[in-house]
């Protein structure tokens, strides 16, 4: 069973910085799309970062930048590199990626989620 896991997330001072990092496990063919969500308490999930198997990008105002979306199709790992992180930054940040099965059937996962929290 594919499972998208995500690291990176902690307390941070405001100005600091942060990585988060995403990776599937479990057997799957390729990964097309993926990309970073967050979603503060008592709100809707917004988009922070996508970016495509060929390195296209996009991100949400709020963090354009600031926050830098990468990955290693090597290692099949991306990353979210957060810079000049402001309190309302605070949020749990969620994984989100488009894979193709071993039947190359395309499926969307989501990560558990993993919190940042920027305070002082």
């Known amino acids: 069973q594919v499972q998208l896991v995500e690291s990176g997330g902690g307390l941070v001072q405001p100005g600091g910085s942060l990585k988060l990092s995403c990776a599937p496990t479990?057997?799957?063919?390729?990964?097309?799309?993926m990309g970073w969500y967050r979603q503060h308490p008592g709100k809707q999930r917004e988009l922070v970062a996508t970016i495509t198997s060929g390195g296209s990008t996009n991100y949400g105002d709020s963090v354009k930048g600031r926050f830098t979306v990468s990955r290693d199709n090597a290692k099949d790992t991306m990353y979210l590199q957060m810079n000049s992180l402001k309190p309302e930054d605070t949020a749990v940040y969620y994984c989100n990626a488009d894979l193709y099965g071993l039947g190359y059937e395309l499926r969307n996962y989501w990560g558990q989620g993993t919190q940042v929290t920027v305070s002082s």
């Open positions: 479990g057997k799957y063919f390729s990964i097309d799309t």
